[in-house]
């Protein structure tokens, strides 16, 4: 099976409000898959459902063959950058390397192979220089970086990244987006959650579109087509120059 | 200086000011460590609210002649279930489910007490404290409480770490979140019965937040932060009982009177986040601005 995620009519709900209806779809592995929907969409909720977070009302969710709880090491996470407190008492490299907690004994403490891969994976994103700083000390590039070095620190084979775009710098989202198209080629499996439509044609191969049930599936021109969007974004899109446009929200 | 070598001497003498002030340092360590983890995770109000829901707990035991530990730590949390269980099942927000849960249970407990007066359990006691009534046995237990706890936060700093900074990966690696977080509120249950004699139930809290809240002003490595915060409480429980014992007044509100101070004393002076260094910013700053204008 080449299947790495398997979603059969999920559906969540808050309270009776229901984030996501009836969702089904399955997912290669080795791309890089966009959940691209407005605010309020499910995304976030999608992403906790598949990663086993929150309960389901409903319906079956496995990643590579297995329910989730079996699995939970091969998967990794980049939380939304406004869900981190960034006053925090903690440094960069100390949250780094919270990515090898999973592969560490319940009472040791970080061991010489650990330590090189916190340094490497701070490397790779290009902060090792602030790795003793604490975290609110970054910009918003650099904080975001920081989350992403620790989903490398884990050696995870899929990755969630919610909203690794927002509020921050374009150099630092062509840096991260360099590094995931790498991950990629390393045969990795990434989800990216996203709510700006307009550059995700470059970034993903697959793009899940959503508006808390499950618009279309697919390449980005079979996605993003006008019909879709309107279904989706309503009044906030237009067409210049041939080319889609979504006001951002 | 005179006080002080009275103090001291008195120290020598009495057994039961030996016992207060061990008690006391104990309290102020143990409520430093935990305060710093009740402070990030954002569980001031559940620290309040555990605290006081141990109230008829130890009224029960009181009654029935059994450990006040047990009965504390079990309507301790049993509150902290039913303020889950009331946010989770309704849209009650959290906050709301903290005011309705522990009011009631305290409000309980004054029932209990209050309808068996007569069985020589005195309310005010349980409430303020009553250092005067710190027996041996009682720092023997406060100590070997203080010990489990400090040894379970030594020994899982790790998944504490974590579950506080960022609850949603901790999750997602299978810690059990929820498991941690009954646990801290048994033990804030059996912190607040080991404070019962020295603070009481209502000031508690105080011990908790206070030093915490102050380490957190000086420093930005949690590892300092916790250290910082039981030099805090330790000091505030010496200079407290101290301070008591001259001027006789209650222990308990000056034990917490003095780290008020002490957390004054850094908000103003912090030389990282202190007012005085905020003001210094500001006037900087505008300083730049208009020397910024005037070259503009
Ligand atoms: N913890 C929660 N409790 C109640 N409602 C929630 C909660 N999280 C999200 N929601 C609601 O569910 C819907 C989907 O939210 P979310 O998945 O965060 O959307 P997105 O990530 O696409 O912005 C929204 O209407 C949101 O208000
Ligand atoms: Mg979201």
Same mark, same amino acid.
């Given at each position: 099976m080449n299947k790495i995620i398997e979603v059969q009519n999920v559906s969540v709900s808050y309270n009776n409000l229901? $984030?996501?209806?009836?969702i089904s779809f399955s997912i290669d592995k080795n791309q890089i898959i966009g959940i691209i929907g407005p605010n309020g969409s499910g995304k976030s909720t999608l992403v906790k459902a598949i990663m086993g977070l929150i309960k389901i009302d409903d319906g079956i969710i496995k990643i590579m063959d297995k329910p989730i709880y079996k699995i939970r090491k091969k998967i990794a996470y980049v939380p939304q950058r406004s869900n981190i407190d960034f006053d925090f008492p903690i440094s960069v490299e100390e949250v780094v390397m919270m990515g090898r907690y999973p592969h560490m004994l319940w009472w040791k403490k970080a061991n010489n192979k650990d330590k090189k891969i916190v340094k490497d994976s701070l490397n790779m994103v290009g902060v090792y220089e602030k790795r003793k700083n604490q975290i609110g000390e970054l910009s918003g590039g650099e904080q975001q970086k920081v989350f992403l070095a620790r989903a490398l620190a884990q050696e995870a084979e899929i990755l969630f990244l919610d909203?690794?775009? $927002?509020?921050?710098d374009i150099a630092s989202e062509n840096k991260i987006m360099d590094i995931l198209k790498k991950l990629k080629k390393e045969g990795k499996t990434l989800f990216v959650v996203h709510h700006d439509l307009n550059k995700a044609g470059n970034y993903f191969d697959i793009i899940i579109l959503l508006?808390?049930?499950?618009?279309e599936l697919g390449e980005h021109d079979k996605v993003l087509n006008i019909n879709n969007l309107e279904k989706v974004y309503k009044d906030k899109i237009s067409i210049i120059n041939n080319n889609l446009m979504v006001a951002n929200i | 200086m005179e006080n002080i070598s009275f103090f001291i001497q008195s120290l020598g003498k009495y057994q039961y000011l030996q016992n207060a002030i061990i008690a006391a340092i104990l309290v102020g360590i143990i409520c430093g460590v935990i305060g710093c983890f009740i402070i990030l995770r954002g569980m001031a109000l559940m620290g309040d609210a555990i605290s006081h829901a141990v109230l008829p707990g130890v009224a029960i035991a009181h009654f029935l002649g059994f450990s006040l530990i047990i009965g504390a730590t079990i309507t301790g949390v049993i509150t902290a279930i039913g303020i889950g269980f009331i946010s989770q099942n309704s849209k009650i927000k959290h906050d709301s489910a903290i005011g309705i849960m522990f009011t009631a249970a305290f409000a309980l407990g004054i029932v209990l007490i209050t309808a068996n007066?007569?069985?020589?359990?005195d309310l005010w006691h349980i409430l303020?404290?009553?250092?005067?009534?710190?027996?041996t046995s009682d720092v023997i237990s406060v100590f070997y409480i203080s010990l489990i706890i400090l040894l379970g936060i030594f020994m899982f700093y790790k998944q504490l770490l974590i579950s506080t900074f960022d609850p949603i990966m901790a999750k997602s690696i299978g810690l059990p979140t929820k498991l941690i977080h009954y646990v801290l509120m048994l033990t804030l249950s059996l912190v607040t019965v080991i404070s019962l004699k020295t603070v009481g139930i209502v000031l508690v809290v105080a011990m908790l937040i206070t030093p915490g809240a102050t380490a957190y002003l000086l420093t930005n490595k949690l590892p300092k932060m916790i250290l910082l915060s039981s030099v805090f409480g330790i000091s505030s429980a010496i200079i407290g009982v101290y301070l008591s014992f001259i001027y006789d007044v209650a222990t308990g509100a000056s034990i917490v009177l003095v780290a008020s101070t002490i957390f004054i004393l850094s908000f103003i002076f912090s030389p990282k986040q202190g007012m005085l260094k905020n003001k210094f910013n500001i006037i900087k700053n505008k300083n730049l601005i208009e020397s910024s204008e005037f070259n503009g």
């Amino acid at each position: 099976m080449n299947k790495i995620i398997e979603v059969q009519n999920v559906s969540v709900s808050y309270n009776n409000l229901k $984030a996501c209806e009836n969702i089904s779809f399955s997912i290669d592995k080795n791309q890089i898959i966009g959940i691209i929907g407005p605010n309020g969409s499910g995304k976030s909720t999608l992403v906790k459902a598949i990663m086993g977070l929150i309960k389901i009302d409903d319906g079956i969710i496995k990643i590579m063959d297995k329910p989730i709880y079996k699995i939970r090491k091969k998967i990794a996470y980049v939380p939304q950058r406004s869900n981190i407190d960034f006053d925090f008492p903690i440094s960069v490299e100390e949250v780094v390397m919270m990515g090898r907690y999973p592969h560490m004994l319940w009472w040791k403490k970080a061991n010489n192979k650990d330590k090189k891969i916190v340094k490497d994976s701070l490397n790779m994103v290009g902060v090792y220089e602030k790795r003793k700083n604490q975290i609110g000390e970054l910009s918003g590039g650099e904080q975001q970086k920081v989350f992403l070095a620790r989903a490398l620190a884990q050696e995870a084979e899929i990755l969630f990244l919610d909203e690794p775009f $927002a509020g921050i710098d374009i150099a630092s989202e062509n840096k991260i987006m360099d590094i995931l198209k790498k991950l990629k080629k390393e045969g990795k499996t990434l989800f990216v959650v996203h709510h700006d439509l307009n550059k995700a044609g470059n970034y993903f191969d697959i793009i899940i579109l959503l508006k808390n049930k499950l618009i279309e599936l697919g390449e980005h021109d079979k996605v993003l087509n006008i019909n879709n969007l309107e279904k989706v974004y309503k009044d906030k899109i237009s067409i210049i120059n041939n080319n889609l446009m979504v006001a951002n929200i | 200086m005179e006080n002080i070598s009275f103090f001291i001497q008195s120290l020598g003498k009495y057994q039961y000011l030996q016992n207060a002030i061990i008690a006391a340092i104990l309290v102020g360590i143990i409520c430093g460590v935990i305060g710093c983890f009740i402070i990030l995770r954002g569980m001031a109000l559940m620290g309040d609210a555990i605290s006081h829901a141990v109230l008829p707990g130890v009224a029960i035991a009181h009654f029935l002649g059994f450990s006040l530990i047990i009965g504390a730590t079990i309507t301790g949390v049993i509150t902290a279930i039913g303020i889950g269980f009331i946010s989770q099942n309704s849209k009650i927000k959290h906050d709301s489910a903290i005011g309705i849960m522990f009011t009631a249970a305290f409000a309980l407990g004054i029932v209990l007490i209050t309808a068996n007066r007569g069985t020589g359990v005195d309310l005010w006691h349980i409430l303020f404290g009553n250092v005067l009534a710190v027996s041996t046995s009682d720092v023997i237990s406060v100590f070997y409480i203080s010990l489990i706890i400090l040894l379970g936060i030594f020994m899982f700093y790790k998944q504490l770490l974590i579950s506080t900074f960022d609850p949603i990966m901790a999750k997602s690696i299978g810690l059990p979140t929820k498991l941690i977080h009954y646990v801290l509120m048994l033990t804030l249950s059996l912190v607040t019965v080991i404070s019962l004699k020295t603070v009481g139930i209502v000031l508690v809290v105080a011990m908790l937040i206070t030093p915490g809240a102050t380490a957190y002003l000086l420093t930005n490595k949690l590892p300092k932060m916790i250290l910082l915060s039981s030099v805090f409480g330790i000091s505030s429980a010496i200079i407290g009982v101290y301070l008591s014992f001259i001027y006789d007044v209650a222990t308990g509100a000056s034990i917490v009177l003095v780290a008020s101070t002490i957390f004054i004393l850094s908000f103003i002076f912090s030389p990282k986040q202190g007012m005085l260094k905020n003001k210094f910013n500001i006037i900087k700053n505008k300083n730049l601005i208009e020397s910024s204008e005037f070259n503009g």
